[in-house]
């Protein structure tokens, strides 16, 4: 049993095609979780993902918009809850994880608790998909923080501010890739825990596709320094456009020095363009942070607006 007693906890469980997984993750959340309300939404299933977990004791409702990210969209703006455990439906996390990370969540007054997943079975967690999350995990890393070493994990306990302060623009599986920089950009406590991550029951597949996903979360991640570190983005583009003019303008410089002439004048033309390019690219980088800093503040209010998780407070 649990001691969450005046805290209200809503287990959400994003699914499609999870016929064979579903009924389990129901059960042993029920159990780890006895107070808590499960929901499972259905994202256009073909099988009886939804009518298995109706009778498995969830609360079933429905995202007609394909993508964990719509789904998750959904869930985060339907349901109000005082802690938020985000969990796959694959059957791949473990349930009695989830009261002693909803406990560090509470303890500490965090915001997130990320579960690392840890594995043996090499069929649970592919190298392939280890390989991408290292990679994109140590690229986000060098750019907004190092917090997490699992940045695309699909377990993580959420408090209500967290939540209802997250403005979820992905449509697929690069949800965890917002997750993670809303966290680092707001600067909100975090944690992580390592939890134990098993391989599918027998006749459920994976929905992830690892070239297909990584793109995806890559272009969500050159999108989000686009929009987050403009100054960066743009410097970069700046700094391979001035290079290219450099590269182009040399040898007619050179030529003139030696000649007096310049016979590449459309080269000269093109060289200067591209400097100028180079100088607009630097502008709209530096106006476009201060937008970004606006945002950001905005996004900051609207997080402060709602209380920190805690403990209920007892009556003396």
Same mark, same amino acid.
């Given at each position: 049993m649990d001691d969450f007693q005046g805290i209200t906890i809503a287990v959400i469980i994003p699914c499609f095609n999870e016929e064979v997984a579903i009924p389990s993750v129901v059960e042993d959340?029920?159990?780890?979780?006895?107070? $808590? &309300?499960?929901?499972?939404?259905?994202n256009q299933s073909s099988d009886r993902t939804a009518e298995v977990a109706t009778q498995a004791g969830a609360i079933v409702d429905f995202e007609p918009f394909p993508g964990k990210?719509?789904?998750?969209?959904?869930?985060?703006?339907?349901?109000?809850?005082?802690?938020?455990v985000l969990v796959d439906g694959d059957d791949t996390y473990d349930s009695t994880a989830a009261p002693g990370m909803i406990r560090l969540l509470l303890d500490q007054k965090l915001d997130m608790v990320n579960g690392v997943r840890v594995t043996e079975q090499k069929e649970a967690y592919r190298f392939g998909?280890?390989?991408?999350n290292v990679m994109l995990t140590q690229m986000v890393a060098m750019i907004f923080?190092?917090?997490?070493?699992?940045?695309?994990?699909?377990?993580?306990?959420?408090?209500?501010?967290?939540?209802?302060?997250?403005?979820?623009? $992905? &449509?697929?599986?690069?949800i965890e890739t917002e997750l993670t920089i809303h966290a680092l950009e707001l600067r909100m406590k975090t944690a992580e825990v390592p939890t134990p991550y098993k391989e599918r029951p027998e006749g459920s597949e994976s929905k992830l596709n690892t070239i297909r996903d990584g793109i995806r979360i890559l272009r969500t991640i050159t999108a989000l320094i686009k929009e987050e570190r403009p100054v960066l983005f743009f410097g970069v583009l700046t700094a391979l456009l001035a290079l290219l003019s450099i590269a182009l303008a040399v040898p007619v410089v050179l030529e003139y020095w030696q000649t007096g002439l310049v016979p590449r004048f459309p080269t000269a033309i093109l060289s200067a363009s591209i400097m100028l390019l180079a100088f607009l690219s630097l502008s709209c980088g530096l106006i476009l942070d201060s937008v970004s800093r606006g945002r950001r503040e905005l996004k900051r209010l609207a997080y402060l607006a709602i209380p920190a998780p805690s403990w209920p407070k007892t009556s003396a």
């Amino acid at each position: 049993m649990d001691d969450f007693q005046g805290i209200t906890i809503a287990v959400i469980i994003p699914c499609f095609n999870e016929e064979v997984a579903i009924p389990s993750v129901v059960e042993d959340f029920r159990k780890a979780l006895p107070t $808590a &309300q499960i929901y499972v939404y259905d994202n256009q299933s073909s099988d009886r993902t939804a009518e298995v977990a109706t009778q498995a004791g969830a609360i079933v409702d429905f995202e007609p918009f394909p993508g964990k990210g719509n789904v998750m969209r959904r869930m985060f703006s339907d349901i109000d809850a005082d802690v938020y455990v985000l969990v796959d439906g694959d059957d791949t996390y473990d349930s009695t994880a989830a009261p002693g990370m909803i406990r560090l969540l509470l303890d500490q007054k965090l915001d997130m608790v990320n579960g690392v997943r840890v594995t043996e079975q090499k069929e649970a967690y592919r190298f392939g998909h280890r390989f991408g999350n290292v990679m994109l995990t140590q690229m986000v890393a060098m750019i907004f923080g190092r917090q997490f070493t699992d940045m695309l994990s699909g377990y993580r306990i959420f408090s209500r501010r967290f939540v209802k302060s997250f403005p979820a623009l $992905a &449509q697929g599986f690069e949800i965890e890739t917002e997750l993670t920089i809303h966290a680092l950009e707001l600067r909100m406590k975090t944690a992580e825990v390592p939890t134990p991550y098993k391989e599918r029951p027998e006749g459920s597949e994976s929905k992830l596709n690892t070239i297909r996903d990584g793109i995806r979360i890559l272009r969500t991640i050159t999108a989000l320094i686009k929009e987050e570190r403009p100054v960066l983005f743009f410097g970069v583009l700046t700094a391979l456009l001035a290079l290219l003019s450099i590269a182009l303008a040399v040898p007619v410089v050179l030529e003139y020095w030696q000649t007096g002439l310049v016979p590449r004048f459309p080269t000269a033309i093109l060289s200067a363009s591209i400097m100028l390019l180079a100088f607009l690219s630097l502008s709209c980088g530096l106006i476009l942070d201060s937008v970004s800093r606006g945002r950001r503040e905005l996004k900051r209010l609207a997080y402060l607006a709602i209380p920190a998780p805690s403990w209920p407070k007892t009556s003396a």
